[in-house]
């Protein structure tokens, strides 16, 4: 079972950037989809990027512009760029993804465990 294990959250001011990672573990596995969530306390989980295999990202208007998601296939890992960064965006970042395994020929999803970021205004 692939695992994600996240990192880069943190607290910075209002307009700084931030990266966040998002390493994929396990053997023989292909990505299908990569996104990441986030989540606010009392909220739903939103979705601020995604990835499919072949198609290119899509964000939602709150952070279009701002976040960017990419992945190195070489390195398992998927990041988050986040640019210009608002006290909005504070939130728990989830990262996601739709795996295929290809030794048991089956496909399944998988969330990381959260990495907590901060923007003070």
């Known amino acids: 079972q692939v695992q994600l294990v996240e990192s880069g959250g943190g607290l910075v001011h209002t307009g700084q950037s931030l990266i966040l990672s998002c390493a994929a573990l396990g053997r023989l596995f292909s990505f299908n989809a990569t996104a990441w969530y986030r989540q606010v306390p009392g909220k739903e989980r939103e979705l601020v990027a995604s990835?499919?295999?072949?198609?290119?990202?899509t964000y939602p208007d709150s952070v279009a512009g701002r976040f960017f998601i990419s992945r190195d296939n070489a390195k398992n890992t998927v990041y988050l760029q986040m640019y210009d960064l608002k006290p909005e965006d504070s939130a728990v970042y989830y990262c996601y993804a739709h795996v295929s395994d290809l030794l048991r020929r089956n496909y399944y999803d998988v969330w990381g465990q959260g990495t907590l970021v901060t923007v003070s205004s």
């Open positions: 990835l499919i295999s072949g198609a290119t990202p």
